[in-house]
């Protein structure tokens, strides 16, 4: 059974940094695409970053140039570095995976089979 698990949420003043980690345990695939999405209060969940496991990253336009993602296959944990947070960008944090070798594109949440639970990251301005 495939589980995901997020930690590192919190609370952050505008301007600061946060560091979101994530676990991928009980894969069968030897690929797979992991992604984070957020979900800010009243609005949609949408896509924030992503990596495929060759390294190609994808990133929201948003988050372009302030956030980082990056990925141990080996141990199947993916990081977010978030720097310059905005109070808009408070909401809860999902880490997702899927099987793949390709690129990961973060339009449509069907392509992610796995999904944790959120965490939240609440940005005070």
């Known amino acids: 059974q495939v589980q995901v698990v997020e930690s590192g949420g919190g609370s952050v003043q505008a301007g600061g940094s946060l560091r979101l980690s994530c676990t991928l345990s009980?894969?069968?695939?030897?690929?797979?695409?992991m992604g984070w999405f957020r979900q800010a209060p009243g609005k949609e969940r949408e896509g924030v970053a992503s990596?495929?496991?060759?390294?190609?990253?994808l990133y929201a336009d948003s988050v372009k140039g302030r956030f980082t993602v990056s990925r141990d296959g080996a141990k199947n944990t993916l990081d977010l570095q978030m720097t310059g947070l905005k109070s808009e960008e408070t909401g809860v944090y999902y880490c997702?995976?899927?099987?793949?070798?390709?690129?990961?594109?973060?339009?449509?949440?069907?392509?992610?089979?796995?999904w944790g639970q959120g965490t939240q990251v609440t940005v005070s301005s």
């Open positions: 990596i495929s496991s060759r390294g190609a990253t």
């Open positions: 009980g894969v069968t695939y030897q690929s797979y695409c």
């Open positions: 997702a995976a899927y099987p793949s070798w390709g690129l990961c594109p973060m339009d449509d949440e069907r392509r992610w089979d796995y």
